[in-house]
């Protein structure tokens, strides 16, 4: 998606995808009297295309969970009239910025080794093409795509150049680069207006135009703009901040698996150290790091340096290893709910599997790069029924569009076999319908939803025992399951057994903890 932006409002500006990172993005101007108005262009593709004419009716084409993106853009379209979309590239002319929103993919080529893969920048390097051909030559062109280091100086510059050259323009282009700190959520637009912002020009008159542009929409008062002296510094600095966010949830993992043998509470361990100041964020990984940024970023820093920079050698190390722990880290899941169906007389093949959380993190519905994919793909692969619950996701585009989604030859199912039925899954809103007479429970995500589940009440819903598989809180699996000592309880247990299901577990777990007792 492209955000076209005009500095009057008679005049408009912006290219790429109307998705959850760029509706918003080129929406929350200041309130009060317009300054700005706004022309969405989205490259006319068939997988896009419908979501001109909703946005354009005032409707948010993506459902997010911040209350405020839908009435932003009802406001913005209908209202302030400075916002509207299109598929002509010809408005690309009329625009005063250009916002450049259009994703570059990391491509695997296998699942657990990062450096086996490339970036795609197809999409992005043909809309510079474009915007070289149509736009005026004091338009700015701002890239907030995430992009390999040097891109806006060795592919976006080179590009828009030689088109002005070739229109007989002989000034040089305004082109700079500022990522973007997009958090999904409750508080998406707070994210991106009220949050610090890194950006650089290809030159001075750029640099300017970009302080200029991103001060006028942005709260740099509170949130001061950090300038940056290169675009390949700007770019670079999203990569290293999500490549550092990854190893350190990285490096978590081989902790939470010397802690499951050795029957340690991690989850206690890391509060202890968090009362240290200069450890106070550290963050426990889920049964894998999901998102559309951690799992694929520092690969475009390793192709960056070996494709665009030329170099042969390997200096990379921690940064893809990273990402293969991350890509794997769900398999794990799958192999713990092996060993309590097994301690409970039952193979995964013939045994009813309900996952609980498809979404990538708590309390969103965005399920890119989710590590509960691995889980339900790596079990399906082993034979089992897999039922799917959560309350923010409606589709699993993954899976139900799993040829297509997120494009051709790109799902994961191609790293694993007997896939073809998930094309038919559904992700159930009743969690009482997808628990009955499952034979285990995965709790993926720590959804507000799941923290206050009542084992007794899963029991019942169940209708029969039942291996629980906590994949957020470290990697345990246990079994619920009626007490033999006391039948009294019938469908109502006031006592579960909790048994510690790791064959490598040499730690005494208590066999009876009251219902109260049990964390989940």
């Not at 002319?93 to 695997?108: H, P, R, T």
């Not at 519905?365 to 339900?376: A, H, L, P, Q």
């Not at 709790?443 to 994949?471: F, K």
Request: aromatic share 8%.
């Amino acid at each position: 998606m492209a955000g076209i932006v005009a500095d009057s409002v008679r005049k408009g500006g912006a290219i790429g995808g109307h998705d959850a990172a760029s509706c918003p993005p080129i929406a929350p101007f200041p309130s009060g009297a317009p300054t700005k108005f706004v022309i969405g262009v989205q490259r006319p593709s068939p997988r896009s295309y419908w979501k001109i004419p909703l946005l354009n009716r005032g409707i948010a084409p993506v459902e997010a969970e911040d209350p405020e993106v839908a009435p932003m853009i009802t406001r913005c379209v209908l209202e302030k009239k400075t916002l509207t979309a299109t598929y002509t590239y010809d408005a690309l002319c009329l625009a005063d910025v250009i916002v450049v929103d259009i994703q570059c993919d990391y491509f695997k080529e296998t699942l657990g080794n990062c450096c086996q893969g490339h970036a795609e920048i197809a999409a992005l390097e043909e809309s510079l093409k474009v915007l070289g051909e149509k736009i005026q030559p004091h338009c700015l062109v701002l890239i907030e795509t995430t992009v390999p280091p040097g891109t806006t100086e060795y592919v976006a510059y080179p590009i828009l150049k030689k088109a002005f050259e070739g229109r007989g323009i002989a000034t040089e282009p305004l082109l700079a680069h500022s990522y973007e700190r997009v958090m999904p959520g409750r508080e998406y637009v707070a994210s991106i207006r009220d949050f610090w912002r890194v950006c650089s020009g290809i030159n001075e008159p750029a640099k300017e135009k970009v302080v200029k542009f991103l001060s006028e929409i942005l709260n740099v008062e509170k949130f001061p703009l950090t300038v940056l002296d290169r675009p390949i510094e700007s770019e670079t600095s999203k990569i290293v901040e999500n490549s550092y966010r990854a190893t350190t949830l990285a490096f978590l993992n081989e902790w939470s698996l010397f802690a499951e043998r050795n029957g340690v509470d991690l989850i206690k361990v890391i509060k202890a150290i968090k009362v240290r100041p200069t450890h106070s964020n550290m963050i426990f990984p889920g049964p894998g790091i999901g998102g559309y940024c951690l799992p694929k970023d520092g690969g475009l820093g390793v192709w960056s340096y070996q494709t665009l920079m030329g170099f042969e050698d390997d200096i990379f190390k921690i940064t893809p290893l990273a990402i293969d722990i991350n890509d794997t880290r769900s398999l794990h899941v799958a192999e713990l709910v092996r060993d309590a169906l097994r301690n409970m007389g039952k193979i995964v093949a013939a045994s009813k599997i309900a996952l609980l959380g498809a979404s990538y993190r708590e309390d969103v519905g965005d399920t890119r790069y989710s590590g509960s994919e691995i889980v339900v793909r790596k079990l399906t692969e082993m034979g089992a029924e897999i039922a799917i619950h959560d309350p923010y996701v409606k589709h699993w585009w993954e899976l139900e569009k799993q040829e297509s989604y997120p494009a051709p030859g790109h799902s994961w199912s191609r790293f694993f076999r007997n896939q073809e039925k998930l094309k038919d899954s559904r992700v159930e809103n009743d969690l009482s319908a997808t628990l009955k007479g499952v034979d285990a429970v995965v709790l993926a995500v720590r959804h507000e939803a799941y923290m206050t589940l009542d084992p007794a009440e899963v029991i019942q819903m169940t209708g029969r025992p039942v291996a629980v598989n906590e994949a957020p809180g470290g990697n345990n699996a246990y079994s619920w399951r009626y007490p033999r000592s006391r039948p009294d309880y019938g469908n109502f247990p006031e006592i579960s057994t909790r048994i510690c299901l790791s064959p490598r577990c040499p730690a005494p777990c208590p066999p009876l903890l009251r219902r109260a007792e049990i964390d989940l």
